[in-house]
């Protein structure tokens, strides 16, 4: 069956703190792992990765893709207030996967001042 | 805990055609999203229920688009006719309404290749 899982669930750290979200995936027929923040409206879309050791860069976000070790990591430096939010994770599988995105249940971050 | 389903996970039509898919919410959810989501960009909120009635359908292309969401539960989203640039996965989403920071699950998605 395919998954996705999300650590931690949720984690509390001050202003300026550096944080490490992980995702790690067993998904038939691999094409992408997107990254998301989720607030009150629609998730915004953060970064979609393909190739393995690519670092991908916004601002203070970065993320890369392990496709050896069926993972990924989302980096926040710096943190503020406004990235408090819940970061979801989800693997897009090609069409002949079992399912087209499965959905990690996503780290809940809440950033203090 | 079961989770948001959809069916089908996969559909191919050609276009013109007319497609339905489907959506059941985690129980006891009253809010449900449609999103549709193209390759490499986030979903786009196409309708927003709040138990049986259409919140926020700003987004819906009401020409070919029409949703339903009977008895407040499921919710069936159709397209008549489907055009080539509908080819995306539409999500299905539910939140409890009462959640704390608008937390919503989503479902596997529909995949939708229009030829």
């Known amino acids: 069956e395919d998954k996705v899982v999300q650590s931690p669930l949720s984690l509390v750290v001050h202003e300026g703190d550096t944080v490490t979200l992980n995702c790690s995936y067993e998904?038939?027929?691999?094409?992408?792992l997107l990254w998301y923040k989720q607030e009150k409206k629609a998730p915004t879309f953060l970064f979609m990765l393909?190739?393995?050791?690519i670092e991908k860069k916004s601002g203070r976000l970065s993320s890369i893709l392990d496709k050896k070790e069926l993972s990924s990591i989302l980096n926040i430096t710096a943190t503020q207030t406004g990235d408090s939010a819940i970061y979801l994770c989800a693997v897009e599988a090609l069409p002949s996967g079992n399912t087209p995105l499965v959905f990690g249940k996503g780290t809940r971050l809440s950033v203090i001042a | 805990e079961a989770g948001v389903v959809q069916s089908p996970r996969y559909k191919i039509i050609e276009k013109k055609q007319p497609v339905a898919f489907w959506c059941n919410p985690i129980s006891g959810h009253n809010t449900l999203y449609w999103y549709r989501q193209n390759l490499g960009q986030g979903p786009e909120l196409l309708i927003r229920?709040?138990?049986?009635?259409?919140?926020?359908d700003s987004q819906l292309p009401k020409d070919r688009f029409s949703a339903e969401r009977l008895k407040g539960v499921d919710s069936t989203l159709k397209i008549q006719p489907a055009e080539l640039g509908d080819s995306a996965v539409y999500l299905c989403a539910s939140s409890s309404g009462t959640a704390a920071g608008g937390e919503q699950f989503f479902g596997p998605g529909t995949r939708l290749t229009v030829l």
């Open positions: 998904v038939t027929n691999f094409r992408s």
């Open positions: 229920y709040e138990n049986e009635e259409a919140v926020d």
């Open positions: 393909t190739s393995s050791g």
